[in-house]
C-alpha cells in the first residue's frame, strides 16, 4: 500500500479526489503541463488559493549580481532565475455576485486527473454558494505539442438545480513574486518586479501584453483570445491594462444549461527581437489555434502522443502503483523536452522554480538517457543548445585557466550561475557527462550530421578540459586532483573514479569521433598530436584501488576518512547539508547520493562483477541519499549484482519521488532526473540494459513481484520491444532493420520481424547489505501517513 | 640603497621630507598613532587631502548581513566592520581668509617625523598663500598611553614675514564612508551612515557627541576641549550640530608672533552604557587631561615608552635601515598594545580598516610572542580577550558539531565573520595557535593567576576541540582530516603537518596544565579519562613523510599534485589569488606562504636539521609569498638551516613591508604581523632564539653585513640581555634573578648580574635554494621604484 493514498493506481493517469490545501503546491507540481517551450503549473483555474502560481517560458529569464560574503576570483559573477511571464491560466467565476473560490460555499466534489495519453488536465466540481445556488464546472486544459506557443483551456460551467446568473473573467495577468526567502539553498531566489510592461492591445475578446526583463533584456509577448458558446445573451467587457488582459462575461444559465469558453494563450520571447514583432507572432499563433479549436488541438496533441507511447511504453505487470508512477514519470519527461527547441532541459522542467529553473549535470546523465531510445529528436535539440552555449564555455575555461571548454554547473544561458564553487565549479565532471550524451546519442541514432556538426566539437572541447584539467604524475598516470564529484558531501578530491572513468570515456569518445571525422577535426584545429595526448590520457587515466580493504575509493583519501556516526544522527538532522556544516560532510565517509554506485551504472565495463559486489556492499551503509538522483542508481546497480528486492524498493523511491513528495519539495516543482532514473531503474536495473561499446547490452531479471516487463527502443530506424518475464526474455524487431545485441553475454542477431527468447539466469542468494539507520529505501522505511483531508470537512471561511 | 628614499635612515624615528599625494594612504598607515584604545591614521591636520580618514575604537564595530550566492549550514551570518567614528584630529587654518590646502598656494616646506621614543607625530610646514603671506605651521601628535581615552595635538602658527589674519578651526566630525568597493576581499567593506547622533553638547571650547550603531547597538561618546595661547586678541565661536563639533578661533599675528592651540581629545565606548553616561566618561577624561597640559602628556608618553625601550630595544649594527624597520616596527607593536585592555589586536591593529578591522590568528603567532618578551601585560590582556569570547567560540563549536571552542577565523566581537569558510572556519589552527600563545605567555611570565583564571580553560577547550576534531583510523594514528594550514592556496587537506602538530602541542599543554592545577580541572568537568585521551591522541598524531621524497608533505595529498607552472605566469598574476581561481591554487603545488616552514619554526622539536634542510629546498621554490605573513618565517628557518644571505634578505622583505609598501596595500594599515615577523626573524632567525620546551634555546648566528646584534628579553623579573657578533654571543642578566638556557646545546645557568661568553659555530656552505622566478625576497628583486615627487613640483590646483 502507498502510504499516500491521494492518487489512487490508474494505468494511464493520475487523478486527485478532493483537495487537500496544505498540498497545492505539490499538486501543481504533479498536474503541471508544458511542451518544452511553455510550462503551466497546475494552478487552480481561478487562480487562489495557491501554492506557486507559475507559468515560465523555457530559456526566460532574469539575471541579478551574486553577492559573497568573501569573493574570489572566477566565483560566479550573476545568477540567473526563471521569470513567471504573464499567466494566463486564470478563468474566474462568479455565481449570484459570489466568487468561486474553494474556502467558501461548499465544494461538493473536486477531482483533478491528468491523462497521459491526450496531455489534459481534466478538473470536475461541483460547487453550491452560501445563498445555495449550485453549479458544475468541468475544465480542462492542455499546452500544445503541435503549436508551440500555444495553451488551451476549455471552462464549461452548467446550473444545476437553480437559474443562476453568471460571470467568468479570464485573466492575463502578471503575478507579482511573494517576498521572503527560505534558507534551502535549493529553492528559487524571488526577484520582485521583474517584467516592465511595454505594450497592451486589445480587440474584441483578444488582450495582447508585451513586457520586457530589466536586466537581462528579453522580450516577451503574451496574448489570449476566447470562443464562447452560450444559448443564453450575453454582455461581455475586454480590457486592457499595463499588467492585465481582462475579458468578463456574464449570463444568466438556466438549470441545466451549459456555458462554454475556450481560451487560447499564446507566448513568444526573444532576446533579440522586438515586443513588436512578438505580438505579431502571438496574434498569428492565436490566429491558428483559433482556427483548430481546442477539439483540434486536443486530436493532434493524441496522435504526437500516441506515437510516444508506441515507442516509448513501458508495461510493467504485477504492481499497479509501479505501473502508474513509471508511466507518470514517461508521460513528464516527454512533455518536458517535446518542443524544447534550441533550450536547455531544466532539472524541474517547466513545473516550478525550483534551483532557479537551472539545468545542471542530471539532464545529460538521466534525462537524455531515456529520451535517447525513445524522443532522440528532443535529444538533438538539448544537445544542439549545449552546442550554442560553447562561446560561454570556452570562455569560462579561459577563465579558470584551462583548455577547451568548461560547462557551468547551473545556468539558464550558458553562464556558470553557481553560487559555491566548490560544488559548483569544482564538478567538472558536467563535461564528461555532457560528452557521454553526445556519444550515446550518436551510437543509438547514427546521426552524422549532428555529429559533423555538433557532436564532435563537443567532444573535442571537452576532452581539451580534460587534457588541462589533469596531469601525468611521476609514475606516468594521469592524475585529476581537486575536483568534486556526483556526491556533494565530499568536494575537491583527487582522483574520484567516477570523475576520472568519464574522463578517461570523453577523451576516448573524442579520440574515434575526430578520427572518424578528420576535415571536423581540421576545422577545429585538431591534430595527430593532441589526438595522441587524449588516447595516452585515456590509457593512463589514474584509477586507485584499494588492495587491502577490497574495494575502490570513492577517491584518493575517501577511504581514510573517519565513518559518519549514523548513531548519533536524529532523523530530524536529514538532510543533512541542512544540518551539518560541508566541512563536517567533506572529512568523514558520509555519501550524499550514488557517485563510486554511478560510476559502476555508467561505466560498467571498468568493474568486475566481483569488485561491484564488494563496492556495492562497501558504499550501501554510507550512502544517506539526500539527493533524488540517488535512489534510481542503487536500483540499478543492486539489480546488476543481484539484490533484486532491493532495487525494487529503490525504483519505487526513485519513481514516487514527486507522487508520494519524499523530499518535501515536489512544490518547487518535479524532479526530473528523479523521474528519468525511474524509468532507467526499470529499464537498465530490471531490463538490464547497457550501452557501454558499440552494441547494446541486456542482462535482464525480475525482482519477486514483478511478472512482466516490456518496454521499446528506438535505434536508428529500428523499434525493438524487450518483453522480460521472470524466466525468460524476448527481443522482437518490431519496425525496421536488424540489431545486433548481447544477452547475459550471448550475442544476439536480430533480423526485421524476427524474435528471440532466451533464458534468463536465476538471481544468486546474496545477504543484503544494510543502509544508514532511518535511510532505508523509501517504501522500507517507516513513514508518516499524509493525511488527505476532503475540502468538504474544512471549515468555511467568510473572508471578504 | 633602499628602493625608496622618503624615509631616510634614523635610528629612532621615521621622516617623510616633502609629501606625495600619491602616497597619502601609505604615509598615513605609517604615521598612525594608536594605544590599543585609541587609534588616529596620520591624516594630515587639515583633513584634505587625504587617503582615507581614519579614528578607530578598538572593538567599535558596526555588523551587516553577509550574503552569499548559495548559502549552506553554517556559513558564518554576519559580518563585523571597524567603525570610522567621530574625527577629531581636524584643524584647519585659514590666512588670509585661504585655507591651508596643500593643493593652493606654495608649499615651501613640508616635513613629518614619527619619533619612537616619544610616541609623538610632528609635521612642519611652510606655507605662502596665493596672496604671498606666509606662515610656519608646528604640530605635534600624540595618542596618550597614559590617559587611555586621550588623544592631544600642539598646533602653532607662526607668521613669517608680514602681518596675517588666521583663523583656526577644530572640528570633531562625522566623517562619510566612501562609496565603491573593489574586488580586492582583503579590503574593507564600507557601510553607510553608520552613526547615528544622540546628544551634542558644548560648553565654551568643549563640545561632545554623543552616537550610536543601528545594528551591533553600541554607543560611543566623544568630545574634544582646547587650550589657546595667543597675544593678540581673539575671537571665538563653538558649535555643535549632531555630527559635527566645531571651535573656530580668529586672530591676528604680528610677524614672527605664535599661536598655539594645543586639542584634547577623548573617546569612551561601550555596549552597555548610556551615551549619557559616557559622556559624563569623556567629560571627566578630558578635564585631566586639561590637567596635565599637552607637556605633561608628553612626559608620561616618554616615561612608559622609554620603559618599554629598555626592555625591549633591538640593536642591529651594520645596516641602518635594518636597525630603523626593526626599531619601527617594536614601536607600531607596542602602541597597537600597550591598552589593549579587554580587547583584540587586530590584523591591522588601529592604523587603517584592512581586513574590515579583525583580528585573525596572526596575532596569536606572531604579534603576542613578540609582546610576550618585551610588553607580557598586553599579551594578558589580549588572551583574556580570547577567554572572553569562549561563549561564542562554544556556540560555534556546536554549531559545527564539535566539542570544545572553535575560535573564529576573523572577527571582531568574537563570532566568526569569515565568508568564505575554506579559508576560514575550515583553518582550525588558529585555535592551537591561540593556545601555543598561552603556553608561551605562562611559560615566559610564570603567571600562575593568568593560567588559572584563563589559560587553562582556553587550553582545555582547545583540547576538546582537537580531539572531536580528529579520529584514530585503522592503526591507531590520530588524524585531522578537511581542514585548512595556514597556505591559503591549498584547503581542507588532510593532516596538515603544521596543524597537526600544533594540535599535538595543544593537546599536550592542555593534558599538563589540568595536571598543574587540579581544582581547575575539575571545574572544568576534566576527568582523567579525558586527560587520558588527549594523552593518546597526542601521542598517536599523524605526522606524515615522505620516505622516497625525503621530505615531509605539508598534507596527505601535496606531494601528488602537478607542481604550479611558474614559467608560464607572468608577474602581473601576482598576487595569485587575484588572478587563478582557488580550484586551481588548490590543486597544485604552490604556496602562499610557509606553512611547513612554519611548523619548521615554531614546532622546530619535531624536525631534524636534516629533514629541515631537505623541506626548506623543497617547499622555497614553491613559495610564492603573496602573503605578508610569510618572508619572516622563511628567515627564521632559512637562518637555522644556514642560507644566512636568504635569511637577511627576508629578514628585509619582513621588515620593509610597510616602509617600502611591498604589497602596495599599506595604505589599509599596517601589517601587524609582519611587523611582528621582522623581530621574531632578529631575535629567533639570527638570534636563534626557541622556546619549544621549559626553557629557552639560542642558536644565534649572524650573517655577512651585521656587526652585532643585542636584544632584551623580558624572563618573569629577569631582563635577559643577548649580544650577538660574528664569532661569539654573551648571554647577561641584567635585572632580577638567574636564568637557564642552551646555547647551541650547551646548557648555561646564568646567575643575577652574570654573564656568559660562547663562541658560535660557522655556518656551513650550502647551495641556496632558489625561488618561483620573480618571487626572490624583496631585496633581491628588481621593482619599480617609486618616485617621490615633492609637492612643490605640482601645479597647483585652485580649486574652490
Redesign the interface.
Known amino acids: 500500500m502507498r502510504d499516500d493514498a491521494r492518487y489512487p493506481p490508474d494505468p494511464w493517469g493520475l487523478a486527485e479526489q478532493g483537495i487537500s490545501l496544505d498540498r497545492l503546491a505539490q499538486s501543481e507540481s504533479l498536474f503541471a503541463l508544458a511542451n518544452g517551450h511553455v510550462g503551466l503549473r497546475g494552478n487552480l483555474d481561478e487562480g487562489e488559493p495557491v501554492g506557486t502560481s507559475g507559468t515560465y517560458l523555457n530559456g526566460f529569464y532574469e539575471s541579478y549580481p ?11 559573477e550573476d ?1 540567473q532565475v526563471v521569470v513567471n511571464v504573464p499567466d494566463g491560466k486564470i478563468i474566474r467565476l462568479q455565481v449570484e455576485d459570489e466568487p468561486l473560490d474553494i474556502h467558501r460555499g461548499t465544494l461538493e466534489h473536486h477531482e483533478r486527473r491528468l491523462d497521459f495519453r491526450s496531455g489534459v488536465l481534466e478538473r470536475e466540481l461541483r460547487w453550491r454558494t452560501a445563498s445555495g445556488h449550485a453549479v458544475e464546472v468541468r475544465t480542462r486544459r492542455l499546452v500544445s505539442l503541435s503549436l508551440r506557443s500555444v495553451a488551451a483551456i476549455e471552462y464549461e460551467v452548467t446550473a444545476l438545480d437553480r437559474k443562476v446568473r453568471i460571470a467568468l473573467q479570464s485573466n492575463l495577468q502578471v503575478n507579482r513574486a511573494r517576498p521572503g526567502e527560505g ?1 534551502d ?1 535549493r529553492a528559487a531566489r524571488h526577484l520582485d518586479e521583474v517584467l516592465r510592461s511595454h505594450l497592451s492591445v486589445s480587440e474584441n475578446k483578444r488582450v495582447v501584453l508585451g513586457h520586457t526583463t530589466h536586466v537581462s533584456e528579453l522580450a516577451v509577448a503574451s496574448g489570449m483570445d476566447h470562443r464562447v458558446e452560450c444559448d443564453s445573451e450575453l454582455e461581455s467587457l475586454t480590457q486592457a491594462e499595463p499588467d492585465l488582459g481582462r475579458v468578463t462575461m456574464s449570463a444568466e444559465l438556466q438549470p441545466g444549461e451549459t456555458m462554454r469558453l475556450v481560451k487560447f494563450v499564446s507566448y513568444h520571447w526573444s532576446s533579440q527581437q522586438s515586443v513588436e514583432w512578438l505580438r505579431d507572432q502571438v496574434d498569428a499563433s492565436l490566429e491558428s489555434a483559433l482556427a483548430e479549436g481546442f477539439d483540434g488541438l486536443l486530436e493532434e496533441q493524441r496522435e504526437i502522443l500516441g506515437r510516444y507511447w508506441e515507442r516509448a511504453d513501458i508495461e510493467v505487470d504485477g504492481d499497479d502503483e509501479l505501473q502508474q508512477a513509471v508511466r507518470f514519470a514517461m508521460f513528464h519527461i516527454f512533455q518536458s523536452a517535446a518542443r524544447n527547441e534550441g533550450r536547455a532541459i531544466p532539472a524541474k522542467g517547466l513545473t516550478g522554480t525550483g534551483y532557479d529553473g537551472h539545468a545542471f549535470w542530471d539532464t545529460e546523465s538521466f534525462v537524455l538517457p531515456v529520451l535517447t531510445f525513445t524522443a532522440p529528436d528532443t535529444v538533438r535539440h538539448a544537445l544542439a543548445w549545449r552546442h550554442s552555449t560553447l562561446d560561454a564555455a570556452r570562455a569560462r575555461a579561459e ?3 584551462l583548455r577547451g571548454a568548461a560547462f557551468p554547473w547551473r545556468t539558464i544561458r550558458g553562464e556558470e550561475c ?9 564538478a567538472f565532471h558536467v563535461n564528461a557527462d555532457i560528452a557521454d550524451a553526445v556519444r550515446r546519442y550518436v551510437m543509438v541514432t547514427g546521426d552524422d550530421d549532428f555529429e559533423e556538426r555538433f557532436g564532435c566539437e563537443l567532444l573535442v572541447e571537452t576532452a581539451r578540459l580534460w587534457e588541462s584539467l589533469g ?1 601525468h ?1 611521476d609514475y606516468g598516470a594521469f ?1 585529476i ?3 568534486t564529484g556526483p556526491d556533494e558531501y565530499s ?2 578530491v ?1 582522483n574520484n573514479v567516477y570523475t576520472n572513468l568519464m574522463a578517461q570515456r570523453n577523451l576516448e569518445s573524442a579520440y574515434h569521433c575526430t578520427g572518424r571525422h578528420p576535415s571536423v577535426a581540421r576545422r577545429l584545429g585538431v591534430d595527430d598530436d593532441e589526438r595522441e595526448r587524449w588516447r595516452a590520457a585515456a590509457e593512463a587515466m589514474f584509477i586507485p584501488f584499494d588492495e587491502q580493504a577490497g574495494v575502490h575509493p570513492q577517491d ?2 575517501f577511504l ?3 565513518p559518519w556516526d549514523f548513531a548519533s544522527t536524529p532523523d530530524e538532522n536529514y538532510p543533512l ?8 560532510l ?3 565517509q558520509v555519501i550524499k547520493q550514488a557517485d563510486l554506485v554511478l560510476a559502476m551504472h555508467v561505466r560498467g565495463d571498468a568493474f568486475t562483477l566481483e569488485q561491484k559486489r564488494a563496492n556495492f556492499d562497501y558504499y550501501e551503509p554510507l550512502c544517506v541519499r539526500d539527493s533524488s538522483l540517488s535512489a534510481a542508481t542503487q536500483a540499478v546497480v543492486a539489480a546488476e549484482v543481484g539484490h533484486l528486492d532491493l532495487a525494487k524498493d529503490y525504483l519505487y523511491e526513485a519513481s514516487h519521488m514527486d507522487i508520494a513528495d519524499l523530499e518535501r519539495n515536489t512544490g518547487d516543482g518535479l524532479h526530473m532526473a528523479s523521474l528519468a532514473g525511474a524509468v532507467i531503474a526499470t529499464v537498465s536495473g530490471f531490463g538490464g540494459l547497457r550501452d557501454h561499446g558499440g552494441r547494446l547490452e541486456f542482462r535482464p531479471r525480475l525482482p519477486e513481484g514483478l511478472e512482466r516487463l516490456r518496454f521499446g527502443l528506438q535505434l536508428r530506424a529500428t523499434l525493438l520491444r524487450v518483453e522480460v518475464t521472470q524466466d525468460e526474455a524476448t527481443y522482437r524487431v518490431e519496425r525496421g532493420g536488424g540489431v545486433h545485441l548481447d544477452h547475459w553475454d550471448e550475442r544476439v542477431d536480430l533480423t526485421a520481424q524476427h524474435a528471440a527468447t532466451l533464458p534468463i539466469p536465476p538471481a544468486p542468494d546474496l545477504p543484503a547489505p544494510s543502509q544508514p539507520p532511518g535511510r532505508e529505501p523509501g517504501r522500507r522505511r517507516p513513514r508518516q501517513p499524509i493525511e488527505y483531508v476532503p475540502l468538504e470537512a474544512q471549515p468555511v471561511d467568510d473572508r471578504a
Chains 1, 2 share one sequence.
Do not use: I, M
Open positions: 551574486l553577492q559573497y560574503g568573501e569573493r574570489g576570483y572566477g566565483f560566479a545568477g534558507d539553498p577563465q579558470l585557466h553557481s553560487g559555491y564553487w566548490p560544488a559548483g565549479t569544482a596531469h604524475d592524475r586532483d581537486g575536483v568536494a575537491l583527487d584518493d583519501s581514510h576518512h573517519q547539508l541542512l544540518h551539518y556544516p560541508y566541512f563536517q567533506y572529512r568523514q
